[in-house]
T-cell receptor, first 112, second 112 residues
């Protein structure tokens, strides 16, 4: 079993839809959770960072962590075609550590 | 604006060649990383460095070596390239105490 599981997709939604992207994990020591967006043929860029449980909002993006279920989510409101990309989750037990564990990514397509 | 640059976007090499991939960051980050990214396997850590001249093996170091002579520069070396090293190579950097990892644009290496 992988430490971090992420559905590869692709997930296709119409423009304006609310998108939910998810990762599950097995290591209860994880405390730092990140979401990255990766456009085709580009490097990943950091979107959201959360510590421990709870929600964090940044514009149209909301990151949610449920440590009791070992489940994290990224919600995108009012999705746009420019949101079409692969979304990677990453997590670690210690801040600043090299030991980030990445999910394999979910490919999202937002249709105009 | 934070920046990680990689020397080449695309590279084609022959089996047995020695290959150098260069990475430079301008954020004064202590940590630097080399990952490879393959479909279905996600990001896998090859090597990382937490200080000048310091390095540690990641999850898949076989067939690779690294060099960090200056804080801003981290090189990945394929001593004798093989076809199974055809991949996307991503360099990244981070602060020791900070959240997240910042990635370069990637080098797509093809070994024939």
């Amino acid at each position: 079993q992988k430490e971090v599981e992420q559905d590869p997709g692709p997930l296709s939604v119409p423009e304006g839809a609310i998108v939910s992207l998810n990762c599950t994990y097995s290591n209860s020591a994880f405390q730092y959770f990140m979401w990255y967006r990766q456009y085709s043929r580009k490097g990943p860029e950091l979107l959201m960072y959360t510590y421990s449980s709870g929600n964090k909002e940044d514009g149209r993006f909301t990151a949610q962590v449920d440590k009791s279920s070992k489940y994290i989510s990224l919600f995108i409101r009012d999705s746009q075609p420019s949101d079409s990309a692969t979304y990677l989750c990453a997590m670690s037990a210690i801040s600043g550590t090299y030991k980030y564990i990445f999910g394999t990514g979910t490919r999202l397509k937002v249709l105009a | 604006d934070v920046k990680v640059t990689q020397s080449s976007r695309y590279l084609v090499k022959r089996t047995g060649e020695k290959v150098f991939l260069e990475c430079v960051q301008d954020m004064d980050h202590e940590n630097m990383f080399w990952y490879r990214q393959d479909p279905g396997l996600g990001l896998r850590l090859i090597y990382f460095s937490y200080d000048v001249k310091m390095k540690e093996k990641g999850d898949i170091p076989e067939g690779y070596s690294v060099s960090r002579e200056k804080k801003e520069r981290f090189s990945l070396i394929l001593e004798s390239a093989s076809t199974n090293q055809t991949s996307m190579y991503l360099c990244a950097s981070s602060l020791s105490a900070g959240p997240g990892t910042f990635f370069g644009p990637g080098t797509r290496l093809t070994v024939l």
